[in-house]
């Protein structure tokens, strides 16, 4: 993997699955999100990046509704999912976060074992009829995580005990047991060693063939690897949203090109 | 500022340079406060173990006695002209004779014991004989003629308390010097003693009646137990463990995780705090106005003592389980809640069963405070003289009884010093049962965690 891919890759439009319309998010008083609009796209990678405290986190909560348990926050505006708005009065977040699933910062298996800890999602979903099913689940779930080979021996054992890289890769799995449409990452590598990362991001290439992606990162040549799409985020701004060799080759704000050239941030 | 000072700011005294083997002062005085520091520290948990020892030392020294005493063995023979009058072996008319009648017999026949030994002793009357048994021995003797009226006219072996005083001569409370100012005991009572026990007929051997047996009455120290005082609290804190827990627990799951955060849950909070700093009588004077007055509950009940202490336990436990709940990893919520888990699925899947070690040892730590709580118990009539055993839950909750505590209260009041021995031993029972329950609370608590 080296930057030069970015060149070569292909950005293929597909239908849209996220769009935020307008979209403003306060916490209390603070307005961490200024009105943004963004498309993002089916079987797509999306990368947000921009300096700390830029609310691209805030924006990635805003897609689960995760945002929902802080009480102090407030989104205005509309963000769709499949044309449906998901913050309508009708909508349970609970059924939202079944169709998007989401990995986050510090790796955070359960304090159960391996197979518990991927069976979770599909059980209180009722996605598994039989043991056999749910069997099925967490082993398609596991070999999809790239980590079936190195724990297919020990599903018993707590997924506490494995290394930093394994546990994400295990709450990547947890994720995609639910059988999402769209998985959200935050910072999903900022933990782990450029080993493990390199696994991670192997991983979210290979899932972009089935769902839409969208992470959150701090580093600019991860978002250069994985990525088709990048949306670069300031101050609580969308600064500039395109296909990804464009913003790192050609980008048209000059704060996007500070940013990544390493002068602001 | 920069670190270039030299030559116009020598620094804190030492001008000429500094070899790592000598001290600066500065280096020397931290190291003598580090010093000073560790000697209180030291000084303070020895003055927390020695206080503990002397507490355990006085309390064992005082209290061990209590769980012996010492037994009279005699042959009674149950004269039938007395104690069935009309010979015809009938329940009812047997019963008619109270302990009164039984009296003259159990006297006469210690007499006829103490003279067979032979070897009269000076100024010993018949009835200071008869003052060395138990005045419980005329009840114990008729329960067992009502129980068995076939053995009437036959001569059987009995084990009779001894009078408290002598059984205190033989734990070295009373000595030949006290009995001689005392109006209870004479020294000739206690020179028969010593010779009925040469002769084995006096005997010490363990107290099981200090654990089964009720009350007694100020005459007769020597018969009385904590049986109805260890029902009562059983009862009281099965009343406490059934009501307190899940009220508590529901009520911090819903403070902690639920409530939205506004100045009504503020309020509740700052409350709830300020409640368990409430002291406790007060919540007894709560309980007299509620429960007995108003809702008409009987008094000296132990569903009575229990609600009282539930509200005495309750902010123990939302405090301490709160704790719990807000030092389980907020990841570990967003986790579930990512994977599309409800609220209250996060909470009793995954928040819960972190939190339990954290909530047993609160709860447990609230029981033991209430197993040891008297003031509330007192105002609520459990101080009472209680004679007769609760019947079984549930309608046993109903029944008058008294507490461990208030019993330890009750003994230290009274005169004789035999039932301050008895009050100490009720403190032991009270401790080995506060030991006994955060033994539980430990092996809970591995249990567990090893769960995760």
């Known amino acids: ?265 | 500022m920069t670190d270039a000072t030299a030559p116009s700011a020598p620094v804190s005294g030492d001008a000429e340079p500094s070899s790592l083997f000598t001290q600066t002062n500065r280096t020397k005085r931290r190291n003598a406060a580090e010093k000073r520091f560790k000697a209180y520290g030291l000084g303070a948990i020895g003055i927390g173990i020695l206080s503990l020892v002397v507490l355990l030392v006085s309390i064992l020294g005082n209290g061990l006695p209590a769980f012996k005493q010492t037994y009279v063995v005699m042959d009674v023979t149950l004269d039938e002209s007395v104690l069935d009058p009309n010979g015809n072996r009938n329940p009812e008319d047997i019963a008619k004779v109270l302990t009164f009648g039984y009296t003259p017999i159990i006297r006469g026949a210690a007499q006829n014991l103490v003279r067979e030994m032979g070897g009269e002793v000076e100024g010993l009357t018949d009835g200071m004989i008869g003052d060395m048994i138990s005045k419980e021995a005329a009840g114990q003797l008729r329960r067992f003629v009502l129980a068995n009226p076939d053995l009437i006219g036959t001569t059987q072996e009995f084990k009779f308390l001894a009078n408290g005083r002598i059984d205190g001569f033989f734990k070295g409370r009373v000595t030949m010097e006290s009995a001689q100012i005392d109006s209870n005991v004479s020294p000739e009572q206690l020179v028969a003693a010593e010779r009925l026990a040469e002769a084995g007929h006096l005997t010490t051997s363990f107290n099981l009646g200090f654990l089964t047996a009720p009350d007694a009455s100020d005459q007769r120290p020597e018969a009385a137990g904590l049986g109805v005082a260890i029902i009562g609290s059983v009862y009281m804190m099965l009343v406490v463990l059934a009501l307190a827990l899940p009220i508590g627990v529901a009520a911090s799951i819903y403070l902690e995780e639920f409530a939205p955060k506004n100045w009504i849950t503020d309020i509740i909070e700052v409350n709830i705090s300020n409640l368990a700093a409430v002291p406790s009588i007060v919540f007894g004077i709560l309980g007299l106005a509620i429960f007995i007055n108003y809702a008409h509950l009987p008094q000296s009940a132990p569903i009575v003592g229990g609600l009282v202490l539930t509200l005495m336990t309750l902010p123990t436990i939302i405090i301490s389980t709160r704790a719990s709940l807000k030092s389980v990893p907020p990841s570990i919520k967003d986790a579930a809640l990512g994977v599309g888990a409800s609220k209250m699925q996060t909470v009793f899947h995954h928040v819960l069963p972190l939190a339990m070690p954290g909530i047993l040892t609160g709860a447990i730590i609230g029981l033991a405070q209430a197993l040891g709580e008297t003031a509330p118990l007192l105002l609520i009539g459990m101080v009472a003289f209680v004679r007769d055993y609760p019947g079984a839950p549930p309608e046993g909750l109903f029944d008058p009884s008294t507490a461990l505590p208030v019993q330890v209260y009750n003994w230290t009041q009274r005169s004789d010093p035999a039932f301050f021995e008895r009050a100490s031993g009720a403190i032991i029972v009270l401790l080995v049962l506060l030991v006994l329950m955060n033994l539980v609370a430990i092996i809970l608590r591995r249990r567990f965690e090893r769960r995760w």
């Open chain 1, 1 to 265: 993997m080296n930057d030069m891919r970015i060149l070569e890759r292909d950005v293929d439009t597909n239908t849209i699955k996220f769009a935020g319309r307008d979209v403003h998010v306060y916490y209390g008083e603070t307005e961490a999100i200024k009105g943004i609009d963004v498309d993002i796209e089916d079987k797509t990678v999306t990368a947000f990046i921009g300096p700390s405290g830029c609310g691209k986190s805030t924006f990635l909560r805003c897609l689960n509704r995760m945002n929902d348990t802080i009480d102090v926050c407030r989104v205005t505006g509309k963000i769709t999912l499949d044309g449906e708005d998901i913050y309508d009065r009708k909508v349970d977040p609970v059924q939202l976060r079944a169709k998007v699933g989401m990995v986050f910062q510090k790796p955070n298996p359960f304090p159960k074992s391996i197979y518990d800890n991927i069976a979770y999602g599909p059980r209180i979903h009722g996605l598994a009829k039989t043991k056999a099913d749910l069997d099925d689940i967490v082993e398609q779930s596991l070999r999809r995580g790239a980590i079936w080979d190195e724990v297919k021996d020990r599903l018993d054992a707590p997924g506490t005990g494995l290394s930093g890289g394994q546990q994400q890769r295990l709450c990547i799995a947890r994720a995609i047991a639910t059988a999402p449409e769209v998985l959200l990452m935050d910072e999903p590598c900022s933990a782990l060693d450029p080993i493990a990362t390199a696994q991670v991001e192997e991983l979210i290439d290979e899932l972009r063939t089935n769902y839409s992606v969208v992470i959150v990162t701090h580093s600019m040549q991860q978002a250069a690897r994985v990525s088709q799409k990048t949306a670069f985020f300031h101050l609580g701004d969308l600064v500039e949203f395109g296909p990804t060799n464009e913003i790192f080759t050609n980008p048209k704000d000059p704060r996007t090109e500070s940013y990544i050239t390493g002068r602001i941030g």
